[in-house]
């Protein structure tokens, strides 16, 4: 790396920090007000609250890098043009295209690190930024809250009025036992009123049990303790109310393969998992449109210019991925298509944007 390179990425570096910052403080404000006045309601520390919205910020920094990338290109095209920088390294030799590679290492640079961020700190800082408000809607809607909830194992469906004294006592549980796969031909039904967390293992109370044959009730029996066959531990019920934004690749993975297996609609969480890789590489792919389109426009007026091109590119990008997404969504195209397509058109306009027209304008 030369001393032109060095000084061109930290050019780049700074309007980058300057954009990400300028852009996070935005969101956040904007955050804040949308907000305040339906969390005032929780009775949630002022502390509380502070950090509820400062733990997000890993997640808008991950969300607006792209856009901070962005700009940070095309000003730092437009300002060497002002400065004339752009003309003397032009006339030195140096092409377009080895001006921008810089650039595009410090997207790429940019890139690894949302992906990094999107895939660790990101959904753990959400979980724990959610859980601060889950934990103001009172006693025995911790974490969970106090809606049913509906568990899947294997090919059992769980179902549990609430959960309280943090997980070990269950409301209201039933279990529906399945036999063969696809959850369509029912076994077993059991009900109780409670069950309770004992040496291991969950024990209905006073329940009774239902046996099914070919989906025709056979027999019923009642039952003061049923040991119950569910695997799901206390502090695992946690876990239960987690959005694909608060869970892992691994979590997402494990709980697609549960929802293919019960036959159920996985689709939105497959492109949820496959999108984290393709929403990394934006601040790249942002960089390579930036490039063509930051040499050609004109010196008068490049700043605005630019800031209005990156407004634009970003509207057109989001609003072809939300498409996508949403056909993935749907079920209507394989996931991976839906996750990578908006990356993949926009990367080849970029490289066709050098490929037009390879000479900048310096005036």
């Not at 404000?29 to 520390?45: F, G, M, Q, Y």
């Not at 959400?126 to 509906?150: C, M, N, P, Q, Y």
């Not at 634009?312 to 989001?318: G, K, Q």
């Amino acid at each position: 790396m030369n001393r032109i390179d060095r000084y061109l990425m930290r050019k780049w570096t700074t309007l980058f920090l300057v954009s990400l910052s300028a852009l996070a403080l935005a969101y956040l404000v904007s955050e804040i007000s949308l907000r305040i006045w339906s969390l005032s309601d929780l009775d949630i520390p002022v502390s509380s609250l502070a950090m509820h919205f400062f733990l997000k910020l890993p997640t808008i920094a991950y969300q607006i890098a792209p856009v901070a990338s962005l700009i940070a290109t095309l000003l730092t095209i437009t300002g060497l043009k002002q400065t004339r920088e752009l003309g003397a390294l032009c006339s030195s030799g140096i092409s377009d295209l080895r001006i921008g590679l810089p650039l595009l290492a410090a997207s790429f640079a940019v890139s690894l690190l949302s992906f990094y961020v999107g895939e660790t700190i990101a959904p753990s800082t959400l979980k724990l930024s959610r859980d601060i408000t889950r934990e103001g809607k009172g006693a025995g809607s911790h974490l969970v809250g106090t809606d049913r909830i509906w568990l899947l194992e294997s090919n059992r469906v769980i179902h549990i009025r609430n959960v309280e004294l943090d997980g070990t006592l269950l409301i209201e549980p039933t279990i529906l036992q399945f036999s063969g796969k696809g959850l369509t031909r029912i076994s077993k039904r059991i009900d109780a009123p409670n069950a309770t967390w004992e040496d291991g293992t969950w024990i209905m109370e006073n329940g009774i049990i239902r046996h099914f044959e070919d989906g025709l009730l056979t027999y019923s029996e009642p039952a003061a303790r049923i040991k119950t066959p569910i695997s799901i531990k206390p502090e695992e019920f946690f876990q239960v109310r987690r959005t694909p934004e608060e869970m892992s690749r691994g979590e997402l993975s494990r709980y697609i393969e549960n929802l293919k297996y019960s036959g159920l609609a996985y689709h939105i969480y497959e492109v949820q998992m496959h999108s984290r890789a393709a929403l990394a590489l934006i601040p790249l792919i942002f960089g390579l449109i930036a490039l063509p389109i930051g040499f050609q426009v004109p010196v008068r007026g490049a700043a605005p210019l630019g800031m209005g091109i990156s407004i634009a590119i970003t509207v057109i990008y989001w609003s072809f991925l939300s498409l996508a997404l949403s056909l993935g969504d749907s079920g209507m195209i394989p996931a991976v298509v839906s996750a990578w397509s908006a990356n993949v058109l926009f990367s080849v306009l970029g490289v066709l944007g050098f490929a037009i027209k390879r000479t900048p304008r310096l005036t």
